[in-house]
């Protein structure tokens, strides 16, 4: 097992939690300043690296919140322990924007100080355990016949550099496409770097992608390279490229034309040596005809079309994707991967999912978040899945291309941010819960309703814990979803909560959600 590191200049500090650590098996390595650290971290190779680092705030030579800054850049995964003094502990709350895995006030109790160190270490192996995980699932899932399709093609493209134009529903998946074919090009060791075309104010997209000189205009104070130049030696990928301004369209083509662009204000040509990867949801033909869409614009960069299928057209992959989303969700959050049941995927398959992956990836956040049991039950699934028809070939028609384009933002991640449409959701307080309880929260308080039935039905069973049952099934939710917002970060949680920092640490070892 590798080492837990303490640095702390106080050596009855060190000695202290050294013999401790060691009762418990856990080996140890010391150091009395960041100084010392960040050289053995340079030295260090895989096994020898640590564990866990325990560190002081204030000592000789260095801030341990500096030493947590660099630590960060170079091992992210890597669980940090603050120690801090009672007049150090704003500097020990703000460590936790800078990723800390948690904080211990000196003077410490040995024995807590102890168990915070072992909480730290498995969650250090689960990272690892996680990563290893994640490196062997493949990039992009799907067996469907479709989706064999684009692999194939993506295979073909491999070895060139020609302009690739991605087309597909909203949420379908086209950036992952887009560095598919950047990862098993001839420029996979260059940079690849996305922008989205319509998220960006017209009036700045022109610095965004060719960069400005200084004092091109107010507020430019220095030079700034554009896109274009970040991605020097690699790929561009320009999302939502029906959506590019129609004059900025015309630079845009000049760079494609001569591979030369001039950044704003300057006078100087910029060689561009960038592949070219665009993508949209937009019939660009239609967008051609209506003089919205420069054709000759449209020529350049239909020089290979591929087509990504709706998640309707693949529902053969939808269990698949199911599962591995829940899995990702459960690494985010730090918990026990959920389990979904034989109905619950047969109701999700049968879906439309009209936001594409991306919403079947924020249902899955949620799901993690929400489900009351560790399988999944179809009871549980959000309302828009529970509430949806059948799907059949003559109602696809209302979700194709003439529908209205479907917001990113809509469909946005629960983690690590939960989504204001998130309380229309079904909350499944209780597996006992009668059917005629309301499975959503309805706005403007009305969920206030669900919560007297359901007060009322377990009343009438004749329990007399009826109290301590609800306000535990309502401090679970509240807890969770705030630790969901906030990534698991405590301080920050409670805060957003109103709530102090030992209280929800509290309320969590007692309901039980370590």
């Known amino acids: 097992m590798k080492p837990i590191w303490i640095v702390d200049d106080d050596q009855s500090i060190r000695f202290v939690l050294e013999k401790a650590l060691l009762r418990e098996d856990l080996p140890t390595r010391s150091f009395t300043n960041p100084r010392e650290v960040l050289q053995a971290l340079e030295a260090a190779n895989d096994e020898e690296g640590p564990q866990v680092l325990v560190s002081d705030i204030r000592m000789p030579g260095g801030s341990g919140l500096d030493l947590l800054g660099k630590v960060k850049e170079r091992h992210p995964g890597l669980p940090v322990i ?13 460590a936790f924007q800078g990723g800390a895995f948690e904080y211990l006030p000196k003077p410490f109790d040995l ?8 909480r730290a270490v498995e969650e250090s192996q689960r ?14 899932l799907g067996q469907a016949p479709a989706m064999q399709d684009v692999f194939r093609a993506i295979g073909r493209l491999s070895q060139s550099n020609v302009t690739v134009m991605i087309t597909g529903e909203s949420g379908s998946g086209k950036e992952l496409v887009a560095r598919a074919l950047h990862k098993h090009s001839p420029r996979a060791n260059g940079p690849f770097v996305a922008i989205n075309t319509a998220a960006i104010p017209k009036d700045l997209l022109e610095s965004e992608l060719f960069g400005h000189e200084r004092g091109a205009f107010t507020g430019a104070q220095t030079m700034r390279r554009g896109r274009f130049e970040q991605a020097e030696g690699g790929t561009l990928f320009l999302d939502e490229i029906g959506d590019m301004p129609f004059d900025l369209q015309t630079r845009l083509l000049r760079v494609l034309s001569d591979g030369h662009f001039y950044r704003v204000g300057g006078h100087n040509s910029v060689k561009a040596n960038v592949r070219v990867i665009a993508a949209t949801h937009q019939d660009l033909e239609q967008r051609v005809k209506q003089g919205a869409f420069r054709e000759d614009l449209f020529h350049r960069l239909n020089v290979i079309r591929l087509r990504l299928p709706a998640l309707r057209e693949r529902r053969e992959d939808v269990p698949m994707l199911t599962r591995h989303f829940l899995q990702q969700s459960a690494k985010q959050l730090g918990v026990e991967p959920k389990r979904i049941s034989d109905s619950a995927l047969a109701l999700m398959s049968a879906f439309t999912f009209p936001g594409n992956v991306r919403q079947l ?72 819960a009668p059917a005629a309880f309301p499975v959503a929260m309805p706005a403007g308080g009305a969920w206030e309703t669900g919560l007297e039935a359901e007060a009322q039905e377990l009343l009438a ?16 939710r509240l807890i969770l979803t705030a630790l969901a917002n906030t990534r698991g970060r405590r301080i920050e949680a409670a805060q957003k909560l109103g709530i102090g920092r030992n209280t929800i640490t509290r309320k969590i070892q007692e309901l039980g959600l370590e």
């Open 82 to 94: 603050i120690m801090t003094a009672f007049s150090d502990l704003d500097s020990a709350v703000s």
């Open 127 to 140: 990272e690892e355990v996680a990563e290893e995980r994640m490196s062997a699932a493949p990039e992009m």
């Open 461 to 476: 069973t004749g329990r007399h814990d009826v109290w301590d049952e609800l306000s535990r099934r309502f401090e679970s």
């Open 361 to 432: 990836e924020n249902i899955c956040h949620w799901l993690t978040v929400m489900a009351p049991a560790q399988v999944i039950e179809a009871k549980d699934l959000p309302p828009e899945v529970l509430g949806a028809p059948a799907d059949t070939s003559s109602k696809l028609g209302s979700v194709m291309p003439d529908a209205p384009r479907i917001d990113a933002a809509e469909f946005k991640p629960v983690v690590p941010s939960m989504p204001a449409a998130s309380v229309e959701r079904p909350v499944a307080v209780s597996a006992e």
């Open 111 to 118: 024995p807590k100080a102890v168990e915070l160190i072992r």
